[in-house]
Nanobody, 126 residues
């Protein structure tokens, strides 16, 4: 059972930056895809970004392209989400998710991820 622990959330003003971290309890080399999702109060959980096992293939939701960057450090079993130019609408709980099968598809479907972290809150004020 893979355990994921997120950190790095907090409160920031619009235009600011945060870096979220997701640490896995076992070698991330055994996990093919790691993704970030977010969920605002009263809304559904939405895909933000994903990264493959090698770290060389990434995917982003259109709303965060060119502002957010996902990266993977397998030596530290950690995946990062660098968030720049934050907007109030980015306020949400951010979740790290992982799956171990080697398929680069259905990245935005939360049901395809077997492992989830507890979430970290990001609040962006105007």
């Amino acid at each position: 059972q893979v355990q994921l622990v997120e950190s790095g959330g907090g409160a920031v003003q619009a235009g600011g930056s945060l870096r979220l971290s997701c640490v896995a309890s076992e070698r991330t080399s055994s996990i093919y895809t790691v993704a970030w999702f977010r969920q605002a109060p009263g809304k559904e959980r939405n895909f933000v970004a994903a990264i493959n096992q090698s770290g060389r293939v990434v995917s982003y939701a259109d709303s965060v392209k060119f502002r957010f960057a996902i990266a993977r450090d397998s030596a530290k079993d950690t995946v990062y989400l660098q968030m720049n130019s934050l907007k109030p609408e980015n306020t949400a709980a951010y979740y790290c998710a992982a799956r171990s099968y080697a398929t680069w598809s259905k990245l935005g479907e939360s049901s395809t991820y077997a492992f989830w972290g507890q979430g970290t809150q990001v609040t962006v004020s105007s």
